[in-house]
Structure formats: C-alpha cells, structure tokens
C-alpha cells in the first residue's frame, strides 16, 4: 500500500545496567522481546536497497546518522556539549553502520542511550537543585541577560562549565515564566469578577519541580524498544525526513492514525503537573461514557492492563505509555486506578475496551443558504482532516466517504464548494487519485518517479460527480496528498487555491512494510514493527515537484500559520526539487486564469475591510519578528511592560469584536442558513439545522478555567475569517460565470 503522508554479546555497563533497573515496567505489545539486533540489520538492508535514492552506507553517512541521533535526543542543546558530541565523534562516527549490519544494534542503542541518560541526568539534578534553592528565595529577577527562545539552530556549549550556565538561565526563564502567566491570569479574573484559578494550584516551584520529574521519568522510562527507535530512525532521516522505524507500539499508533479509529475505551488523556493522568474528555457513547464510572477530571494514577490485577504505576509516565497501556485487544478489559475528581477518594473501574471511530478525523460537511440581494446562492463546505484509510481490513476509505457527501450536496444542489484542507497532513495515495477524479473526471492525476528514473503517470476513469465551483482551502500544514490533491486542481484549472503563500512541500512516497516479512527463516517475528521507507518522488500533472516549493495559492490571505517556521525546507536532510516533462491526456481550463484578477481584486478589497484580517497580519508581523529576535529577557520588569502591552491590546481587541461579532451574528441570522452534512447525516430526509454545540457531539470535554478567562468572543457561525473569505470567492465564482 502506498502512501503519501511521525550487542557483539556484552551489554553495556554498569550505568546501562542501572538505567534498565529503573526503568518504568510497560507491557509490550508482544511477550517475547524482539529481536532487534536481526531487526537492525534488516532494516539497514530494505532502507538501503528500497529507498528512493538507493544510497549505500558510506563513512560520510556514518557521521550523519551520529549528528541525526545527537539532534533527535539533544533538539534543544540542553544536555551533550560539544566536547560530548566529539566524544561521540571520535567513537562511533566511523562504525556507526557497521554495528548495525553487524547484528549489533542492542549494543549501538544501550551505549548511546547510556552515554545520553549519564550526561541527561545530572542536568535533571541541577535543575531540581536550583529550584529548591528558589524555593526559599526566588530571584530578583533584575537580570539584564536574555535566553533564546529555541537553542535548536544555536551552537552547542563547549563545555560542562557553558552548559551550567545555560541551566541556570534556563529554570529562571521558567520560574519567570510562570510567575508573569499566573500575575496575568490574577488581572484577568479581577477584570472579569470570577476567581483566580492560581489558588487552586501547587506553588511556582512546585510545579517546576513537577515538570522536571517528568523529564527525569521521560528519560529513565526508555526501554529497549524505545532506545531502537531513536537509532533506527537517526538513520533513516538521513535519507529523509520522511522514512521511519515504527516499533511495535509505534506501528499501531500509525495503523490507528491513518484509520482514524481507535481500540480504547473512549477518553482524552492529558499529563498533570502532580504526575497523574487526567481525564480531559469522554467520547460520547464509548466505553467510558457506558461504564459511567468515571468523571471528567478524574486522575488515573495505575493501569492494570490486562485486567489481571497486575498493575503498573503511571505516576509521571508519558501520555504515550500511558496511552499505550491503556489501548489493547478489543473485548478485553482494562482496570484503572482513578482519584475521583469530585470526591477525592480512590476507585478501581473496570471498562472493557472497543473500537472508538475519531469522528473528529472523518470527512464531514455544511451546505451554507446565502441570501444576497435578490437571489440565494447554495454552497458547501467540505472538510477532510486526512486522507484516511484502514491498512488492515480496507474497510476505511476516505474517498467514499467523501463520495458520500458530494453526492448529497449534488442532491441538494449545492452550486460551489469550498474543500478545506487546511492541517490536512497527507494519507493514502490511492485514496487522493480517486477523490482527484470527483472534480477532474478522467485523466492523470499525479506523476511517481522511482529510483530507476521510470515515471508512472497515475490515472483515474469515469465522469467528474462535481461539475460545479470549487475552491481549496490550504496551509502551510497541508501536506503530501492534499498537495497532489491541490497541484491538481491547479494544473487543470479546476479550483482556486486558497490560503497560506503555499503548502508544506513534501513531495515524497512513503511504503509501510512489516520488517517481520524480511526476517531469517528462523527467527521471531513477533513485534517487529516496520519501516516506512521512501521509495518515490511524485510529480503534478504539469511536470513541477512538490518538493520543498509546495502547492502556490492563487490568492494568499493572513492565516495563523503564516508566520510560523514550518515547511519541508525547514527539515533536516530534506530531499531537492526538481521537475520532469508534464503529463499527457489532461487538458487544461483557462476560465480561471481569466477570472482571477478579478476574484483576486474583489478579496483584496474586502480583506483590508477586514479587521480579524487586519489582527492576524499584525499578529504574523510580531510572530516573525520573535522568530528572528530569538531571545526573551530575563527581566521581569521589562517582560511584565511587554505582557502589559499585549494584554491591554487584547482586551482592546475583544471589546471591539464582541461588539462587532454581535452585529455579524444578526446579520447572519438574516443572511445564512447552514445546515450540517455530517457522515451519519447523508440519508437523512432532511438534513439538520448545523449548531455551534455539533463541535461537542463527539465528546464532552472538561472546560479549562484558564481559557474562560482569556476566551476571545466566539466568531459568529462556527466559520472562521478564512473560511469565510473562501466562501466569498467561491460566490464570486458563481457571479463570474
């Protein structure tokens, strides 16, 4: 299936010995460990010969892989130094791979695991050591020094000497940190006449202990299978940023995420600063809400798996291993350990585990009535969070899910849509190809390139289903098959994209394949896990690349992601751009190259009337200057003056949209009838009237005190400045006719 879409016999020594000793005790998702010195070895073998670049290992890669598993452990230059970093250098810079296809990978991941947690921890001590002497004395914080806001570009320190000091700014910029949020938070619940939420909460010190506990825990909870992970995966981003090893409880998490279901028992969990879990969210209908024993606000604090009374402590545990004891065999049951949220007493609730559909992540639409003038315009809106599908039963399917819609907006006669995939990081190639055939009807849809140069134009048959306007909604985290989705659409004139300057920029095939179907006849085979490998480069119809460039709007407009730094160009090892001859068979429209001087003159001029428009460019003209700054001060007086300023905007900002927001509302009330077009929605005899309470159907959520101070006035009929827009210009389309 492919997919366009995160010992030489001695162990180590004694600190290695002593780590694993601490390690926090998971159950895994198969009972005999893993091979993973075969695992390695094998998995050095399939990214060598099935990668798109069919590079060999080479001494140059070598020291690669070891700069790749320093960044990926190290990010923010927090714990090695550079006299580490060429400790590690002059080691095993030279024999990096060699260990892997010398069946040594247990040895290569303990050591360097260990030679990390030995440089980690020591900086996990010093940080707790400072907090307690803050404790009884917190500082002045009169300093004229700044801290980066990111170390991940900046030179590591030399020496031990330069990384104290780093730690040291480090926990006064959080302690300071800390200090101004809850000063904050004190003035706005004043303002509003509620009360402070910091009452309820451990002291500042306190809850930076807290959160170092659980970076300590984060490091020392690291299994084996975790230690591999972080190897093979140096290695295979330095092919690209693309390729992985997925462990066994990694490899579940993908088959879970691109089939956007779940086995659980239906809660969102989120880690507590006092090491707990807490239950943020219950699925409506799952089996949480079923049992009905737990609450929101619960805290789970031990998990017994299999329901066997063995049970595993989770205090500070990651919410990844949290979540993965918790998620299993569906039919079993799972014990929990929970300090009830309204009584405080313990309970032990027993649910037993089933399939959770994410309804979150499904297609899912609205057909909006807009009144203008002497005519009512029927349009639709389209959401896709991702290309989905079920790798093991096929019984997902993102593209006839959609089918499903368009033809209930075709039944309702809607005249454009408007097709967001904005966040939409990718899927299934197969599911994009079919999906591209609804608008364009026959033709090619993409172009794949393989390692041998030999280019495979795919195609799709049959008639378009939509023949009306279209617009594609896109940011700068639309990914992988919403490129090809949206490169689409340009290169046949069939839409106007919409959105940020121009999509993320990956243009790159991944394959998933179980590393189990590559292993020696007798070994095991259980827990294996896979590698999802890089294989092919695709191509728009026209011949250009996605890579690295994305997919260019048509008309660009502020977004909230404008004025972050993200984007294929800002990955490590990232693949070139390049371009091949474009595809035969598919006849370009020219109608909206003609219309969009006009589509784009009519946008402009209501954009600058804009005034959440007008907010968000003030907004991305702060964000990247911070990102080019890179600093923050350690002085409280001149951080409070900034927060001040920031505070008195916002709260200047909300006056005048809650004035604003309710005249939009009546105006809306007046203009628009939206109805919701939600999957269970599409043999209704009548569609349902949409409610800003359809976000809440899926789950019902706890309500954060800290956001209900600092909520911004809700944006009149759930569609946000963007959408809105897109609407306008999918109207315009209409009128240009």
Not at 705 to 726: A, K, M, Q, W
Request: aromatic residues 6%; negative net charge; charged residues 30%.
């Amino acid at each position: 299936m492919k997919m366009s879409l995160h010992s030489w016999s001695a162990r180590v020594r004694a600190l290695a010995v002593a780590a694993a000793a601490a390690l926090v005790s998971c159950t895994s998702v198969s009972q005999a460990e893993p091979d993973y010195d075969i695992i390695g070895k094998q998995f050095s073998l399939v990214l060598q010969n099935g990668h798109f670049s069919r590079a060999r290992f080479t001494q140059e890669m070598y020291q690669q892989f070891l700069e790749c598993y320093v960044q990926t452990l190290d990010m923010q230059h927090l714990f090695l130094t550079q006299e580490d970093v060429e400790y590690l250098r002059n080691r095993y810079a030279s024999s990096f791979g060699d260990y892997l296809l010398a069946n040594q990978t247990t040895r290569l991941a303990e050591e360097l695991y260990a030679y990390f947690s030995e440089r980690a921890l020591p900086r996990i001590a010093q940080a707790e050591q400072l907090l307690h002497q803050y404790a009884a004395k917190m500082p002045e914080f009169t300093s004229d020094r700044d801290v980066p806001r990111t170390r991940r570009k900046l030179p590591r320190a030399r020496n031990a000497a330069e990384l104290d000091q780093v730690w040291r700014d480090q926990v006064e910029d959080m302690l300071l940190t800390e200090v101004l949020r809850r000063e904050n938070l004190e003035v706005l619940a004043q303002a509003k006449g509620k009360p402070s939420p910091v009452a309820r909460e451990m002291s500042v010190t306190d809850k930076m202990l807290a959160r170092i506990k659980r970076m300590r825990n984060e490091i020392q909870e690291a299994d084996r299978e975790d230690m591999v992970s972080y190897l093979l995966n140096a290695v295979a981003h330095v092919y690209d940023p693309h390729s992985d090893y997925m462990g066994a409880r990694e490899e579940q998490r993908f088959k879970d995420m691109i089939k956007a279901s779940i086995v659980g028992i239906g809660a969102k969990l989120q880690s507590d600063d006092d090491g707990s879990t807490t239950i943020e969210g219950i699925v409506k209908g799952g089996p949480a809400a079923k049992c009905g024993q737990l609450q929101l606000g619960d805290r789970i604090v031990a998990v017994d798996h299999k329901g066997d009374d063995n049970w595993t402590d989770i205090m500070f545990l990651s919410i990844d291993k949290v979540v993965d004891l918790i998620r299993g065999q569906q039919g079993v049951p799972v014990k929990l350990r929970v300090m009830s949220a309204s009584s405080g007493e313990e309970k032990v609730v027993t649910i037993v585990r089933d399939e959770i559909p994410m309804s979150e992540e499904l297609a899912s639409g609205r057909i909006i009535d807009l009144k203008e003038k002497n005519r009512t315009y029927r349009l639709g809106v389209l959401t896709l969070p991702s290309f989905y599908i079920d790798l093991d039963s096929g019984d997902v399917h993102c593209a006839a899910d959609v089918k499903k819609i368009l033809r209930r907006m075709i039944q309702e006669k809607v005249e454009g849509i408007v097709l967001d995939l904005r966040f939409n990081g990718g899927g299934s190639l197969d599911e994009v190809r079919k999906m591209v055939g609804f608008f364009t009807g026959a033709g090619p849809v993409v172009q794949v390139k393989d390692s041998r140069g030999h280019v495979e134009r795919l195609t799709v048959s049959g008639y378009p289903l939509f023949n009306g306007e279209l617009v594609v909604m896109i940011n700068k985290l639309s990914a992988s098959a919403s490129e090809i989705f949206a490169g689409a659409m340009a290169d046949y004139g069939r839409a106007v994209i919409v959105g940020d300057e121009a999509s993320f920029g990956k243009g790159t095939v991944q394959v998933p394949r179980g590393l189990a179907d590559y292993m020696p006849y007798f070994s095991s085979r259980e827990g294996c896990g896979m590698i999802k490998v890089t294989t092919q480069k695709f191509y728009r119809v026209g011949g250009a690349s996605t890579q690295l460039r994305g997919v260019a709007s048509d008309i660009v407009l502020p977004t909230v992601t404008a004025g972050l730094r993200l984007g294929e160009g800002e990955q490590d090892y990232a693949m070139p751009y390049d371009e091949i001859p474009r595809a035969g068979g598919y006849v370009k429209s020219r109608r909206i190259a003609r219309i969009l001087p006009e589509l784009l003159a009519r946008s402009n001029a209501r954009v600058k009337l804009d005034k959440d428009m007008q907010y968000t460019l003030e907004d991305i003209a702060r964000a990247k200057e911070r990102q080019e700054k890179n600093s923050v001060s350690l002085n409280k007086a001149e951080r409070h003056a900034e927060n001040v300023l920031l505070l008195e905007r916002k709260k200047s900002i909300d006056a005048e949209r809650k004035v604003r927001y309710e005249q939009m509302a009546a105006e809306d009330e007046k203009r628009l009838t939206i109805y919701r077009l939600k999957l269970s929605d599409v043999k209704a005899a009548k569609l349902p009237l949409a409610s800003k309470d359809d976000d809440s159907e899926y789950m019902d959520e706890n309500k954060d005190p800290e956001e209900e101070l600092t909520e911004t006035p809700e944006y009149p009929s759930n569609l946000d400045p963007v959408l809105r827009e897109s609407l306008h210009i999918v109207k315009d389309m209409i009128d240009l006719r």
